[in-house]
């Protein structure tokens, strides 16, 4: 019986692994969920939606102006997505910049809906700390 070594059984099967290759894939695919339901966020807040927290006073404006923060996040983050997928250091640069500008949009939105704005906090958290801790691996 042979024995087989780690090191070809990951090239065997084409694999590239290293480690912290799962957060930083994390990353990505929260910034493109969280793209996505604050594009929704957005266009419901800026439409008057009925779903969101009746009368209340944010100390930033209207709820219709975070709306448009919130549409113009989501761009951000997928644009963020994108350059962690595409392997480069800048990529998780501006993944972290971005997390952080989410973290201090969801603070600044939590009289309007604020379980939503305490979870995107707590994900945003787990993105920095996967792309700080993995993501210095340039994987071009």
Same mark, same amino acid.
């Given at each position: 019986?042979?024995? &087989? !070594?780690?090191? !070809?059984?990951? !090239?065997?099967?084409?694999?590239?692994?290293?480690?912290?290759?799962?957060?930083?894939?994390?990353?990505?695919?929260?910034?493109?969920? *969280?793209?996505?339901?604050? &594009?929704?966020?957005?266009?419901?807040?800026?439409?008057? *939606?009925?779903?969101?927290?009746?009368? !209340?006073? @944010? &100390?930033?404006?209207?709820?219709?102006?975070?709306?448009?923060?919130?549409?113009?996040?989501?761009?951000?983050?997928?644009?963020?997505?994108?350059?962690?997928?595409?392997?480069?250091?800048?990529?998780?640069?501006?993944?972290?910049? &971005?997390?952080?500008?989410?973290?201090?949009?969801?603070?600044?939105?939590?009289?309007? @809906?604020?379980?939503?704005?305490?979870?995107?906090?707590?994900?945003?958290?787990?993105?920095?700390?996967?792309?700080?801790?993995?993501?210095?691996?340039?994987?071009?």
């Amino acid at each position: 019986m042979s024995t &087989i !070594t780690d090191r !070809t059984r990951a !090239t065997d099967y084409g694999t590239d692994s290293y480690q912290g290759g799962g957060w930083i894939l994390f990353a990505s695919i929260m910034f493109v969920i *969280s793209a996505t339901l604050n &594009i929704i966020w957005g266009i419901a807040a800026v439409g008057n *939606s009925r779903f969101f927290v009746g009368n !209340t006073s @944010y &100390i930033i404006s209207d709820l219709k102006t975070w709306g448009w923060v919130a549409i113009v996040l989501g761009c951000l983050e997928v644009f963020a997505a994108l350059s962690i997928w595409r392997g480069s250091t800048f990529g998780r640069w501006l993944g972290i910049a &971005i997390a952080g500008l989410a973290i201090l949009a969801a603070m600044l939105s939590i009289p309007g @809906y604020p379980l939503w704005s305490l979870t995107q906090v707590a994900l945003a958290v787990l993105v920095i700390y996967g792309l700080a801790a993995y993501g210095g691996i340039d994987r071009r």
